[in-house]
C-alpha cells in the first residue's frame, strides 16, 4: 500500500485516507491533486522524504506523527498571529492618542512631565480659574471660557474650579458656565457685602455647582479690612456660616502677615471649611501669618492649603522651595490643593504649562501629587467617581 500525502494540509490526507477505507484498503485512484487558478500540485509519495525521527514504526504511525506535528505548527501559528494581531492594535491606538493629545507623553529634554509619567493615571482638577468679564454680556467671554477648557483638555486636566474676583462681579454668565460644563466646573462667589442672604438665591448657585465664597482681605483697604473683621466678630454673618455649613461650602481667604492671625480665629469659630488662598501670601517661610497657618492646620482639621504660582511672583525660587517645603512637612497631604489661577484676560497660553511645571517641580512625589491634584479637590468639591477612576 502507498500513502500519498500533502505536507501542507492534514486535510487533504484525511480525504485521502477515508477513500483507502471505501476500497476495501485498497487504492485504486490517482494521486490526489489541488487546483487553485490553474496551479496544480500533486501528491506523491513522501515518506522517503520523511525525516529518519519519524520513520521508527509502521507507515499508518508515521502518517499519525506527521499529523500531530502539522497541527502543532499550525496552533503555533495561529497563537503567533493573535499575538502580532494584538500588538498592531496596540500600536495604532498609541499613534492616535498622540495625534489626538499632543501634550501626552514626557515634556522637553531636561524638564520634567506635565503632571506624571506618559498618560495621566487620575483624573486632575485645577481649583483656581478665571473665566469672566467686567461687562455684562461681553461677546469675549464665551471666548475666554473656551480658552479655560482648551488649556484643560491640551493639560488632561478632567475639571475646575472658577474664582470670581472683583473685576469680575458683574459677569451675568457665571451660573450658566457652570450649568453647561456636565459637572466638571465648580465656582466660587465674592463673599457678600450684605449680610442680608436670600436662601433661593443661595440654592440656586449650589444647584448651578457654586462650592465657596472668596474674601478678599489682601485687595481691601485698612479701613475696609478693619470693618470685615469687626462685622465678622459681632456674628453678623451668622445665616450666611449657617448656610455654608449645611451645604458643605467653604470660604477661601486672601490675607497677608499678621492678618492671618486675626482671620483664622474668627473663621474657625464658625466650624467652616477655609481654604488659604496662595501659600497665604508669605514674605518668607518664617512670616509670622504663615507660621499661624502651619499651626492651624495641624489643629483645626477643616483647613486647607492652596498652592498656585501667584508666590513665585513675591518670592525668589529659593524661598519659594523652602515655604513648599514647609507645607509638605507641616500640612497634611489631605488638605493640600493646587490652582493654576489662569486668567485668559491677562495671560497666554505658554503661561499655563510654566504654571503646571512650577507644579510638578514643588511636589515631585507622585502619591503626593495625587492626592494634591485628585483626591483632595474631589472630596473638596464634590466630583464624583473619581478614587476609583483610572484611564
Known sequence: ?????????????????????????????????????????????????????????????????????????????????????????????????????????????????????????????????????????????????????????????????????????????????????GGKLRGVVLFPKSSTIDRNEFSLYHDAGVRGVRLDLAGMTALERENMYSRLGAGEFDTLFNLIRDRRWHVIVTEVKEGWKRILPLLIRENCRIIVDHFGFPSSASDEGFLEILLQSNEYPLLWVKATPAISSMLSEPLVREVVDKVIERVPRNRIIWGSDFDPNVEGDASYDTDRRAMVNWFGDIELRYHILSINPAELYGFEDTQNWWG
Open 1 to 181: 500500500m502507498s500513502l500519498d500525502k500533502d505536507m501542507t494540509s492534514p486535510l487533504l490526507y484525511e480525504e485521502f485516507h477515508d477513500t483507502e477505507e471505501e476500497n476495501g484498503g485498497e487504492n485504486n485512484t490517482e494521486p490526489l491533486s489541488l487546483s487553485s487558478s490553474g496551479f496544480t500540485t500533486k501528491f506523491s509519495g513522501i515518506t522517503n522524504a520523511t525525516p529518519p525521527e519519524w520513520r521508527t514504526g509502521s507507515v499508518e504511525d508515521e502518517g499519525d506523527d506527521y499529523v500531530n506535528t502539522h497541527s502543532d505548527l499550525l496552533n503555533t501559528r495561529r497563537t503567533f498571529s493573535k499575538m502580532l494581531l494584538g500588538v498592531s492594535i496596540a500600536f495604532v491606538v498609541a499613534i492616535l492618542a498622540l495625534v489626538f493629545n499632543p501634550n501626552i507623553g514626557p515634556g522637553p529634554p531636561g524638564e520634567p512631565d506635565d503632571f506624571g509619567p506618559c498618560i495621566v493615571p487620575f483624573r486632575v482638577f485645577d481649583t483656581h480659574v478665571h473665566a469672566f468679564s467686567g461687562i455684562p454680556e461681553d461677546p469675549s467671554v464665551a471666548n475666554e471660557f473656551n480658552r479655560v477648557l482648551r488649556q484643560f483638555w491640551r493639560s488632561s486636566v478632567w475639571g475646575g474650579v472658577l474664582v470670581q474676583t472683583e473685576r469680575q462681579v458683574n459677569d451675568t454668565r457665571f451660573l450658566s458656565k457652570l450649568q453647561l460644563s
